[in-house]
């Protein structure tokens, strides 16, 4: 089975600066997809970024981009030039082709002004 | 409707009381997801429908929880005699299919249920 770890339960970082997000996981397919979502106050889960295990290219979305490790199944994320819309929870999510997405615990990110 | 859609918004219930939980997700999305998630914590999988396949129920927490799906459309969520460590937000997300590049989940605002 997929386990997923998120070491920070809570980061913070200055507006416009960067910050990194660190996500590991164990699974013994070599065929899975790796998620990025957000979760504001609001509370609705938002798809951030998504990265394909075949791929080699680092997956980006504006601002957002991953840093995909596979061999030391690392997935992290890096927000530049963060913005006060960026705070959220954020949950690291990989799934095995044909499974279900397994989630992590998550890490809180304050954005200070 | 364009997204997924969850009723109902808020629920408050008394300790004892059976109560159902809705969920509509994306017309055509074959895979569903139920979540729990309590007060500032992660998400807690509950149970899982994907086309007419068996629903792995195996996050399901006790065998006061289950769930039905009615072929690709609405789940209902039910939870008899609540009890008060049930006081959470139910999340529900669509899919639409497993194992292929339109992995992407698409969450429901999510139902907040309230024993009291």
């Known amino acids: 089975a997929q386990t997923v770890t998120q070491s920070q339960p809570e980061m913070s970082v200055q507006e416009a600066e960067t910050v990194t997000l660190s996500c590991t996981y164990d699974t013994s397919e070599s065929d899975y997809y790796l998620f990025w979502y957000k979760q504001p106050p609001s509370r609705q889960m938002i798809l951030v970024i998504r990265?394909?295990?075949?791929?080699?290219q680092n997956a980006t979305e504006n601002r957002f981009s991953v840093n995909f490790q596979k061999a030391a199944k690392s997935f992290s994320l890096k927000i530049s030039d963060s913005q006060l819309g960026d705070a959220a929870m954020y949950f690291c999510?990989?799934?095995?082709?044909?499974?279900?997405?397994?989630f992590g615990k998550g890490t809180r990110l304050h954005i200070l002004p | 409707g364009a997204g997924v859609s969850q009723s109902p918004s808020n629920k408050v219930t008394e300790k004892g009381k059976d109560v159902e939980l809705r969920c509509d997700p994306i017309s055509g999305h074959t895979a569903l997801y139920w979540y729990r998630q309590r007060l500032g914590q992660g998400l807690e999988f509950l149970i899982y429908?994907?086309?007419?396949?068996?629903?792995?129920k195996s996050g399901l927490p006790s065998d006061r929880f289950s769930a039905e799906r009615t072929g690709e459309s609405v789940s209902t969520l039910t939870i008899q005699r609540t009890q008060q460590e049930d006081s959470a937000v139910y999340l529900c997300a669509s899919s639409l299919s497993t194992g292929g590049p339109q992995e992407t989940q698409y969450f429901g605002p999510g139902t907040r249920l309230l024993v009291l």
């Open positions: 429908f994907q086309g007419n396949s068996a629903p792995d």
């Open positions: 990265q394909e295990a075949y791929k080699q």
């Open positions: 999510a990989p799934q095995n082709r044909d499974d279900k997405i397994i």
